[in-house]
Structures are given as C-alpha cells and as structure tokens.
C-alpha cells in the first residue's frame, strides 16, 4: 500500500489571528470543522494548543449519528500563530495508522495563507480527504464571513 501526504493551500479572507481562533479554540471549531453532513459532538471538542497539550473530539454523521470518526491528537510543535503540528493515532496502540498533521498559518495581502500536510495517508484516501477538508474549509469561510 503506498503512503503519501495530503498537501493543501489555501488562502482565506480573514486576519491570522482569526484563522488561528478556529483551529486552537473548541467553541470556533466545533462551528465548522468536518465535511458536509458531519458534525463534532457538542461538548466533546477540547483544545490545549500547546506542546503536549491535546486536541479531542468525536465527529457524527447528521444522518447517522452512530457513525463517528474520532480525533485524539497530541500537539508536538505549536507556534502561536504561525504553527501548529500534531499527532494523532494510538496512544494505547490499538489503531494501526499514526497521522501526522501540520498547519502553517502566514499573512498574505487581504487575508491568510494556510499550507496543510496531513500523513502518511493511504493512497486510496487522500482525494476523500482532500475533499473532505475542503468541504470543512467552505464552512469555515462561512464562518469567518460571519465574524468579518
């Protein structure tokens, strides 16, 4: 099975700090993070941006809310601001994938650039993901626009 990273860049309309806000701050991202037709489980979202510190939560399929897709990262590099790099797999080994995931947040004219490398992802998986982020994205836009 090949292993590859999930590159994405993306520029939104809106202040660093902002785009920060959503990616470090439980009540932001609860807002808007998971694709289309998912949701994170009120209350189970928590952040500690911070390195060591932890970022949980259980996504739901709104059609099916027994169909859940949990995340339980552990941060290994965070620079307010600019960087976030975390890991997420088995703390208790019971899974058989550890995914890494980095963040760079940098200032471009009208707004932010975000440069995402998420992995390694099976091969099969990286346009899902890759649509699936993007879907996240188009809510997080929204989102922003709201705050603007």
């Not at 600019?82 to 707004?111: A, W």
């Not at 440069?115 to 099976?122: C, T, Y």
């Not at 998986?125 to 836009?141: C, N, T, Y």
Request: charged share 25%; hydrophobic share 45%.
């Amino acid at each position: 099975m090949d292993m590859l990273d999930l590159i994405i860049e993306r520029d939104f309309a809106a202040p660093r700090a902002a785009l920060w806000a959503a990616f470090t701050e439980a009540e932001i991202l609860s807002e808007w993070f998971g694709p289309q037709g998912w949701a994170i489980n009120p209350g189970s979202c928590v952040i500690d941006a911070r390195v060591g510190g932890v970022q949980q939560f259980v996504m739901h399929s709104l059609e099916n809310p027994e169909h859940t897709s949990p995340v339980d990262a552990v941060f290994t590099e965070v620079r307010v601001g600019e960087l976030l790099v975390g890991r997420d797999g088995p703390h208790d080994m019971t899974l058989h994938m550890i995914i890494d995931l980095r963040i760079e947040f940098s200032d471009m004219p009208g707004g932010t650039h975000l440069r995402l490398v998420q992995g390694p992802l099976p091969d099969e998986v990286i346009e899902p993901s890759r649509a699936g982020w993007e879907s996240s994205f188009g809510k997080l836009d929204r989102l922003l626009a709201d705050f603007a």
